[in-house]
C-alpha cells in the first residue's frame, strides 16, 4: 500500500518510532529510521527479517538544524524523493511547575516542538516540489487535557497542534497532508518509569481499562500515510483507549 513511498521517521532507536519505522516498511515503503542513537536503529533493522533491506538507518538530532538539513539532503540524494515525514522524537523531563527549571522547560519545548518545526520546514520543500506528501506529527492526550507535572510537555504537545493545523492549511494547495495523532498512555521506556500506583490509576480512568501498544499507534499512523486518507488533513486522532473523548 506504501509501495514507491519514502518516509522519514524520528525518534526511531525504539518504542513508537520503531514500531511506525517497521510497519511503514510493512506496507512496502523505504524508510529512513532517524534518531541519535543510530547503532540501536541498525540492531533492531538488522534483526527485521524480509524488512532489513527497506530500513536505512540515520543519525538525527532534532535540536540540531544542520544534522536536520542533513537528514534530508541524504534522504533525497539517495531515495529519490520524500513522501512521508513522521515527527515522532520526544522526551520528558516531568516535574511541578513551581520546582521546573527555565532548562527542564526549554529542553522539551525544543525537541519535542521546534524538533518538528525544523524537520517539517527542510521537508517540505521536496514535498512542494512533488506537489505531495503526508506529515504526521506525534502528539499526546496531555497537549490536549494537560497533565499534572507536565507543564513543559504539555505545553510542547498543545503547540505541536496548532502546528499540524496551520502546516494544513498553508500547504493543502500544494497536495500535503499535515495530520497529528495523539496517543494516550502507550506501553514504552517513556511511560516505564512511571509510578506503579499511577499507572493503575491510570489504567481505571481509561475506558479501555488498559495502555495502549506501539503497533496501536503505527497503524493509525500507517494509514494516515496511505491511500486512503486522501481527504484528511489538520486532524488530530487520538488513539488512547477512550481517555479523551
Ligand atoms: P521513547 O522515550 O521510548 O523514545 C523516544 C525516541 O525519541 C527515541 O527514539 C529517542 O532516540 C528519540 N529522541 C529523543 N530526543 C531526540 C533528539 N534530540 N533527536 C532525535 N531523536 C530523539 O518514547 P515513546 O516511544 O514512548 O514516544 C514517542 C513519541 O510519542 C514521543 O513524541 C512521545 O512524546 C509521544 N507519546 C508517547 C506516549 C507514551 O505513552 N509512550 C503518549 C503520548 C505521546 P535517541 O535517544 O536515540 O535519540
Known amino acids: 500500500m506504501l509501495n514507491q513511498q519514502v518516509a522519514i521517521v524520528t525518534g526511531a532507536s525504539q518504542g513508537i518510532g520503531r514500531a511506525i519505522a517497521l510497519e511503514l516498511a510493512r506496507q512496502g515503503a523505504t524508510v529512513v529510521a532517524a534518531a541519535r542513537g543510530v547503532d540501536k536503529i541498525r540492531a533492531w533493522s538488522n534483526d527485521a527479517g524480509a524488512l532489513t533491506p527497506r530500513i536505512h538507518a540515520a543519525s538525527v538530532d532534532v535540536t540540531d538544524k544542520a544534522s536536520i538539513d542533513k537528514l534530508v539532503e541524504e534522504t533525497v540524494q539517495k531515495h529519490g524523493k520524500l513522501d512521508i515525514l513522521v515527527n515522532n522524537a520526544g522526551i520528558t523531563k516531568d516535574g511541578l511547575l513551581m520546582a521546573m527549571s527555565d532548562e527542564d522547560f526549554d529542553a522539551v519545548i525544543d525537541t519535542n516542538l521546534r524538533g518538528a518545526f525544523r524537520l ?125 473523548t
Open 120 to 244: 517539517t520546514r527542510a521537508a517540505i520543500r521536496p514535498m512542494i516540489r512533488a506537489k505531495a506528501g503526508r506529515i504526521i506529527n506525534i502528539t499526546s492526550v496531555t497537549g490536549i487535557m494537560g497533565n499534572p507535572g507536565q507543564a513543559n510537555y504539555a505545553a510542547a504537545k498543545a503547540g505541536l497542534i496548532g502546528f499540524t493545523k496551520t502546516v494544513a492549511k498553508e500547504y493543502a494547495k500544494k497536495g500535503i497532508l499535515c495530520n497529528a495523532v495523539a496517543p494516550g498512555f502507550i506501553a514504552t521506556d517513556m511511560t516505564a518509569v512511571l509510578p506503579d500506583k499511577l499507572k493503575e490509576t491510570v489504567q481505571q480512568i481509561i475506558p479501555l481499562q488498559r495502555m495502549g501498544t506501539c503497533d496501536e499507534i503505527a497503524g493509525v499512523v500507517a494509514f494516515l500515510c496511505g491511500p486512503a486518507a486522501t481527504y484528511l488533513t489538520g486532524q488530530v486522532i487520538s488513539v488512547d483507549g477512550g481517555l479523551h
